[in-house]
T-cell receptor, first 117, second 110 residues
Framework: GAVVSQHPSWVICKSGTSVKIECRSLDFQATTMFWYRQFPKQSLMLMATSNEGSKATYEQGVEKDKFLINHASLTLSTLTVTSAHPEDSSFYIC?????????????FGPGTRLTVL | RKEVEQDPGPFNVPEGATVAFNCTYSNSASQSFFWYRQDCRKEPKLLMSVYSSGNEDGRFTAQLNRASQYISLLIRDSKLSDSATYLCVVNPGGYQKVTFGTGTKLQVIP
């Protein structure tokens, strides 16, 4: 399958700092990338959908000013958690999909485990 | 009714057993269906797509029943390495986001 990388794989930061997570599609051009969050023993929760060159679409309840998403190119999307707090500690996973029609699989990055102290 | 529903399990089965999971979906217009596998503290990985005619990949068989709006995953000859959470994913099609089920946990015991 297609390869999606994520960096960093884990990060520990102090409350109030900002954390940037990168998501790259390595062997294909991703027209759409998704950012998910997963708390322990819970399912994936979609945070936002981003298309290259346009503003991200955020899910209800997700603060767009807190979770900044930039889809700068067809192979790179970044999520910045601004002024992180302990409740933001979670497993953040990106996924990428190519093509414009539905029915195509999503390929996931390995995830970033964020711990905010 | 939830968009995608799965029995959370856990399903505890002995090695070599056959186990089946079902997943129901509410949007009758849904176009694509997938099964993903997620190991503990890891990202989901695509296991297989589910086609209208059903599809098989080794010990794994996936089927779609549009009339009853469910998909199934059958695992034959379970291995210890099959222990994971299996996520049902439904894509309504077009630009719409996919919907994940909450997952079914499988534990294969020696």
């Amino acid at each position: 399958g297609a390869v999606v990388s994520q960096h960093p794989s884990w990060v520990i930061c102090k409350s109030g700092t900002s954390v940037k997570i990168e998501c790259r599609s390595l062997d294909f051009q991703a027209t759409t990338m998704f950012w998910y969050r997963q708390f322990p023993k819970q399912s994936l929760m979609l945070m936002a959908t981003s298309n290259e060159g346009s503003k991200a679409t955020y899910e209800q309840g997700v603060e767009k000013d807190k979770f900044l998403i930039n889809h700068a190119s067809l192979t790179l999307s970044t999520l910045t958690v601004t002024s992180a707090h302990p409740e933001d500690s979670s497993f953040y996973i990106c996924s990428a999909r190519w093509g414009r029609a539905g029915g195509l699989e999503q390929f996931f990055g390995p995830g970033t485990r964020l711990t905010v102290l | 009714r939830k968009e995608v529903e799965q029995d959370p399990g856990p399903f505890n089965v002995p090695e070599g057993a056959t186990v089946a999971f079902n997943c129901t979906y509410s949007n009758s217009a849904s176009q694509s269906f997938f099964w993903y596998r997620q190991d503990c503290r890891k990202e989901p990985k695509l296991l297989m797509s589910v086609y209208s005619s059903g599809n098989e990949d080794g010990r794994f068989t996936a089927q779609l029943n549009r009339a009853s709006q469910y998909i199934s995953l059958l695992i034959r000859d379970s291995k210890l390495s099959d222990s994971a959470t299996y996520l049902c994913v439904v894509n309504p099609g077009g630009y719409q986001k996919v919907t994940f089920g909450t997952g079914t946990k499988l534990q294969v015991i020696p």
